[in-house]
């Protein structure tokens, strides 16, 4: 009686003391603002400020970003236009910089209604004007916005706008609706590889992606912001690349061939063929064997504009088993080799290396089961073999998809070792890939079934025995 009654005063105790802890959290009463229920967008970064623009040149372009940010408590649209506009004539021929001056706004979740890059006369001017849109912003979420400007150069003498002035004001204004905004899902084949991805009602893309072909030498890239849309203005419905049968392929240029000729198409809603064009942010890669770039050869991407093969990148750094560029529309593309270049950043890759990892359970003698290649490492040799230094990109894919991205910098005939880990591998068979170099490996685990059952019989001849022995001792 005395035991239960201590055993009850303990519990009891116990129970007061955790009560007395938890007493200020269940009388704490939940947090009230002035900020409940309403949007509160802040915004900054160096488009922020009011815009002047003076003393360009055609030809002349930049970007600026914008962060916004929902700093409230619910989520809202984003609404985009223009004011304080005033321009000045540099000379006695009118105000005509407006006429000339692009801009093309990027963001994810950026609705329009506007084909991008546009002229500034096209800018929204009233916030009721939901031309140009951002939604939703989720409260406590940070976007970017980046506004790409050019002076446009139409190959023309444009007197009457140099010397001009522009200034102006972007405004942004969040509402708790923002404008209707369907999806339109866009199909693109690469090679007879379907990706799947989805647009707004005006031709958005809402995250970044890839579409490629079975082994990854094609890829298309799209930003998120970036907007796609067939001549007439309206989504398109497939994309597909497919490889032509051409025989000239960078005829009339320096260059040699390092691929075949892919051409980009589009088809609209009613399956008709149509051209498209991407705004900034879509980018093409062919890959090719690194074999066949000539020594002190870098690779370009060319493109057939009305009948001549046009070179897209003229910048590198340069990788020795794919060209890349940004591309702006449907069209026929190839790699080629040139060598007009008098400096520049080359990398090369080799001797790709797999080690796994092989882990015992018991002993190393007499092992119950090993556990192989659940982690493991790859290291490969990179080296910049051009004259140039150079900031190299080098992914890590480990069964088609990127697990690791690091970035190096690699002085004119500079060499390094880099070696990337993998940890939590699921078992199965497995292909790690880095350019144009791959290893296979397969994670599995091995058991020792002679061993086990060896184990399960001798605790059962164990078992018998003492049983036995047990029997006899009663018996007796």
């Known amino acids: 009686m005395n035991r239960s009654f201590l055993r009850a005063g303990r519990s009891l105790a116990a129970l007061?003391?955790?009560?007395?802890?938890?007493?200020?959290?269940?009388?704490?009463?939940?947090p009230v603002s002035a900020g409940d229920g309403v949007m509160n967008l802040t915004i900054g970064g160096s488009g922020s400020a009011p815009w002047t623009i003076a003393n360009i040149v055609p030809g002349d372009n930049g970007t600026e970003l914008v962060e916004l940010r929902n700093a409230g408590r619910i989520d809202g649209y984003v609404t985009i236009w223009f004011s304080d506009v005033v321009e000045t004539d540099g000379g006695t021929d009118g105000r005509h910089l407006a006429e000339h001056f692009l801009l093309a706004p990027s963001s994810v979740n950026m609705s329009s209604n506007i084909s991008f890059p546009a002229?500034?006369?096209?800018?929204?001017?009233?916030?009721?004007?939901?031309?140009?849109?951002?939604?939703?912003?989720?409260?406590?979420?940070?976007?970017?916005?980046?506004?790409?400007?050019?002076?446009?150069d139409s190959g023309a003498p444009q007197n009457e706008a140099q010397g001009d002035g522009l200034s102006f004001t972007i405004n942004y204004l969040m509402t708790a609706t923002g404008p209707e905004d369907g999806v339109s899902w866009l199909v693109i084949d690469v090679l007879g590889t379907l990706t799947v991805v989805a647009l707004n009602a005006t031709g958005y893309v809402q995250e970044a992606f890839q579409a490629t072909n079975a082994n990854g030498t094609v890829v298309l890239e799209f930003a998120a912001g970036t907007q796609i849309l067939t001549e007439n203005g309206t989504v398109p419905e497939w994309l597909v690349v497919t490889e032509a049968e051409q025989e000239d392929v960078l005829n009339g240029t320096n260059?040699?061939?390092?691929?075949?000729?892919?051409?980009?198409?589009?088809?609209?809603?009613?399956?008709?063929?149509?051209?498209?064009?991407?705004?900034?942010?879509?980018?093409?890669?062919?890959?090719?064997?690194?074999?066949?770039?000539?020594?002190?050869?870098?690779?370009?991407?060319?493109?057939?504009?009305?009948?001549?093969?046009?070179?897209?990148?003229?910048?590198?750094?340069?990788?020795?088993?794919?060209?890349?560029?940004?591309?702006?529309?449907?069209?026929?593309?190839?790699?080629?080799?040139?060598?007009?270049?008098?400096?520049?950043?080359?990398?090369?890759?080799?001797?790709?290396?797999?080690?796994?990892?092989?882990?015992?359970?018991?002993?190393?003698?007499l092992p119950l089961f090993i556990k192989y290649n659940y982690k493991a490492s790859v290291s490969?040799?990179?080296?910049?073999?051009?004259?140039?230094?150079?900031?190299?990109?080098?992914?890590?894919v480990l069964d088609d998809r990127v697990v690791d991205t690091v970035d190096v910098y690699?002085?004119?005939?500079?060499?390094?070792?880099?070696?990337?880990?993998?940890?939590?591998?699921?078992?199965?068979?497995?292909h790690v890939t880095?350019?144009?170099?791959?290893?296979?490996?397969k994670t599995y685990t091995w058991i020792n079934w002679p061993l086990i059952w060896a184990i399960i019989a001798i605790t059962l001849l164990i078992i018998l025995v003492a049983y036995g022995i047990r029997r006899r001792q009663e018996s007796n």
């Not at 007061?16 to 939940?30: D, E, H, I, K, R």
């Not at 690699?410 to 497995?430: D, I, P």
């Open 410 to 430: 690699l002085e004119a005939g500079e060499s390094e070792q880099l070696t990337f880990q993998f940890n939590g591998v699921h078992k199965g068979q497995h």
């Open 119 to 152: 002229p500034f006369t096209d800018m929204p001017r009233t916030s009721l004007d939901r031309s140009i849109c951002i939604g939703p912003l989720k409260a406590g979420e940070t976007i970017n916005l980046t506004w790409a400007w050019e002076f446009f």
């Open 434 to 441: 880095v350019g144009s170099l791959e290893e296979q490996f």
């Open 16 to 30: 007061l003391l955790v009560v007395s802890m938890l007493a200020p959290l269940l009388f704490m009463s939940a």
């Open 255 to 365: 260059a040699t061939a390092l691929s075949p000729t892919y051409v980009i198409s589009a088809f609209d809603q009613n399956n008709v063929s149509t051209n498209v064009s991407f705004s900034s942010g879509a980018s093409l890669i062919i890959g090719f064997d690194p074999e066949a770039l000539p020594e002190g050869f870098v690779p370009g991407l060319y493109q057939l504009v009305d009948g001549v093969w046009v070179r897209l990148n003229e910048t590198g750094p340069f990788y020795s088993w794919y060209a890349y560029a940004d591309i702006i529309g449907t069209g026929s593309y190839a790699a080629g080799a040139y060598d007009d270049r008098d400096e520049y950043a080359l990398l090369e890759i080799s001797e790709l290396t797999f080690k796994g990892t092989k882990k015992v359970f018991w002993w190393n003698v």
């Open 380 to 396: 490969l040799n990179v080296s910049n073999v051009g004259n140039a230094p150079g900031n190299f990109t080098i992914n890590i």
